[in-house]
């Protein structure tokens, strides 16, 4: 048994970590796709092996998809919000640095898994007995706070005071603006889901992608951006031990709120980590210009700049593993007043109904955490290294071309047919909002954020009658 | 040109253009250090600062610097891959993207909102038009997880819960059995029917979200209250035990009977389990408790079911292994009458049952006659209507409960029968069919979906004539 389950890690490790370089798609995506598969083979794929191998798949994501990420686009949200530095360091000719730098974040994330999750394995439970009644106005304080951190930006560059004011509250009208619209679709399809009842474990698929996949795509083909081809290799990667030490605490904080919470992401948790921990802003300040040639100036050099830089893309990856590993592994947690699990995340959504744990799994999944993250990462630099040799050669914009028609066929196939495509095509416009009028595209992800509180305060029919949709 | 370097998380300079090249022939510095144009805030490393890139690295850079600025920058001058302000530049100073688009910025920006308002309300829309699906128990399955559907039975389990106002009841179809959690919504729904609650043997038609778990099943959640409708309210009959038949699976009934006999034994998994015998004057119908089921009873209940103890109560008609089974629907209502001498009944019931027989045998039971048809004829006025097929087997999809068989008739003409699990099981040779094989049988038109099928009943009904 144990060698079928290492087979089965390697197997969802290889799968997940080649199909999650593809930019735009997400493990989710490719989770419904190897679950529908699953339905095909159920008889030939032993039981057992089903949590071990979707583990192995979104840890090898967690790792890998660092690098579509990294210079091409992010699949998501949670995942964008995590590596926002990077850019500048693709431009620096630092992708690589950048990709790996996160990659160790992650692995940072095993390694706190492995030292905390025993002790959190009893404290979650209570945790969760404390916070469960008041989890609605939770949420309702994450959804102001979401929508006030959206602040004035470009108050100088207008002429005119209303030029000045439009300017500066222009991004934070666009972000009311998509939270809003995303909530109103929230609240159409959570009280009268338009996917045929045949597809409806994919239901939430079309919607992502419009908020999340395709919009990147079209900003990407329309903005004529180049990837700057020049990427170093170098022997070390520029980070100390302390980059980790102080990097572990805004990654925990934002991975235990986005594990935890229900439809909180890594993005919306790193945001809140970095607000608490002052990790933000990374603006580039000015230096004092030295009077003689030589003179040595300690204040704000670049590579305290670039430390936290660093710092932040350690974190992000330390929240992305906690947020897409963590909150799956929560599913495992057996106790009494847990007796089937902390169900969290997206993926304990799709294998609810095919898998449910069983005690003494939780040690198998760490074991599989282990061993699926350590063949990611090594998987990330390798497949890194590739990556900046091939960037003079493709032409990024063809390959989203393709993308584009498999994302669609994806939709159609499995989320609705043309009525997925329709999903898909209102929240491309609404997912389109943010990224072109300079706002948070985590606002879209108001459209579980609202359905939920919600529904917890005891207020979904009332919507849905005033909807009429009842 | 003046630059400065950045060392050792030490800043140095100004140096000249030739200074920091001499620096980075001589090894001072490499393509990682950072370096900064006077005048400017932005760091970049050596390497990729165009003043020190080679030739072809430069003319790439010139040809962004060299596109006409009347056509760049959009309204507001914001990058359009990173949203920094670019203002007049032509390529953003953030991220290096090019600023001169081939479509326009605005006329994205103009479709994203309008695309936004629009596709809202026609989403809303087509959510306001649309009527749920109604589907059998028995055909959902794990990728229905979430859907949100339309489902008619009977309610065989009724339990509120006024503490934690909620409500949960057991539907039956016919195909399947589902859980209904209402939470929160007791009152509510209390307020919609006043004193005609729904109750046990009702049939009703609810409307909500599937949630299904390998563990428990499938489930619905009634999320508003306004989505239970009562179709058909029941009328509880009594029934003698001797006249139940097969026919009379799934039904509710009131019987009065006594326990005639007590057994408790152990399956191979350790589960512990009661069989009690019921007998009225006509006929007898096994009950099996599982240990938990009585564990959880009160010692008055419990005691309810000793031998001799004459009972009224609700059941519903269960099989097991071909023969009836009584489920008790309701333990709250189960009422003791008397008690009997259950050997004397017994006996009495044997020599009954000996002249039943000897009489039922003498009579000759008239025969219902059953038209043949093909599936090319058939109309949806034949719905609900039984008639016999000579089909072939075309494809067979094992389903979660059952296999769903497509057959065609001498004609070519296609149709689909869902055989349920606990039928196939008991029909010779099921597992041996395969795409080719050709069956015949008795089979009832129904509709599913809009479209028509045909429904085996009996086990008996469907015959493999080549496998």
Known sequence: MPLVIILYVLLGTVVAGLLCLIPSLHIYNVAGIVLLIWFKVRDVIPYYVIAPLFMSMIVAYSFLNNIPMTFFAAADESAGASILPSVDMVKNGKGRDASILSGLGSLAGIIILIIFTPFFYFIWT??????????????????????MSEWPKGAGRGKTPWEKFKDSWRNVFAGMVTFTLSAIVGLIVTTKPLTPPELSYQSIMPIFLGFFAFPSIIQTLISDSKIPHKQYKSKYINAGYSDFGVAALPGIIGGLIASYMPAVTAGI?????????????????????????????????????????????????????????????????????????????????????????????????????????????????????????????????????????????????????????FIAAVTTCIGCIPVFYNCRRSHCMAVLLVPIALNMAGYSDAIARILKLI | ???????????????????????????????????????????KSFGMTPEFQTKQQNVNQQKIQNINPSNVVDEEGLCPTCGYFAGSLLACPRCGASVNKKISLVLVKKISVIGSIIGIILLWYAAYLKQPITVNIGDIDEKMNGAFVRIEG???????NKEKNSLRMKIDDGTGIINISAFNKLDALKKIFKDRMPGIGDKVEIVGS?????????????????????????????????????????????????????????????????????????????????????ANLPEETKSLFNVGNKLELIIRIGEYRG????????????????????????KEEGKEEESTEKEESKKEEPKEEIKENTVGNLKKSDVGKTYKFKLEVITLSKKSKGTLLKLKDENGDEIEMMVWDSLSNRISNFDKLKSGSQIEGKFEVSEYRNKLQLKIKEAEDLKIIKK
């Open chain 1, 126 to 147: 209570y945790v969760t007995a404390v916070i469960s009644p008041h989890l609605h106005w939770l949420l309702g304080i994450i959804m102001v706070f979401y929508i």
């Open chain 1, 269 to 421: 948790g790193a945001i809140f980590a970095s607000h608490m921990t002052n990790h933000r802003n990374l603006q580039q300040a000015s230096f004092e210009k030295p009077t003689q040639p030589g003179t040595v100036v300690k204040l704000y050099t670049p590579e305290i700049y670039y430390q936290q830089e660093r710092v932040f893309l350690i974190g992000g990856g330390v929240t992305k593993l906690l947020y897409y590993v963590g909150a799956f592994l929560l599913l495992f947690v057996l106790t009494d007043l847990t007796p089937n699990g902390m169900g969290r995340g997206g993926l304990n959504v799709l294998l609810k109904p095919v898998f449910s744990p069983e005690k003494g799994d939780y040690f198998i999944m760490l074991a599989t955490i282990i061993f699926s993250g350590s063949i990611s990462m090594l998987a990330l630099i390798w497949f890194t290294d590739i990556t900046i040799k091939l960037l003079p050669k493709i032409n990024i914009k063809k390959i989203y071309i393709v993308i584009i028609f498999v994302l669609l066929l994806i939709v159609y196939f499995m989320g609705g047919g043309l009525t997925g495509i």
């Open chain 2, 1 to 43: 040109m003046n630059w400065y370097i950045s060392l050792n998380s030490n800043i140095e300079g100004p140096y000249t253009t030739e200074q920091i090249k001499e620096f980075y022939k001589t090894g001072k510095i490499n393509n990682d250090t950072y370096v900064l144009k006077e005048g400017t805030t932005d760091w």
């Open chain 2, 154 to 160: 009977k309610i065989i389990a009724y339990e509120e």
């Open chain 2, 210 to 294: 599937i949630n299904e778990t390998q563990k428990f099943g499938i489930s619905m959640f009634l999320s508003v209250p306004e989505r239970l409708k009562i179709i058909e309210k029941f009328d509880l009959k009594e029934v003698e035990l001797g006249k139940l038949t097969r026919k009379n699976v799934g039904d509710i009934v009131k019987i009065v009977a006594v326990v005639s006999s007590y057994d408790k034994r152990t399956t191979r998994k350790g589960t512990v389990l009661h069989s009690y015998v019921l007998r009225d004057k006509t006929g007898k119908i096994g009950l099996t408790l599982f240990d938990k089921a009585i």
């Open chain 2, 323 to 346: 023969e009836l089974q009584a489920e008790i629907v309701d333990f709250s209502k189960i009422v003791k009458v008397g008690e009997e001498n259950v050997e004397e009944m017994k």
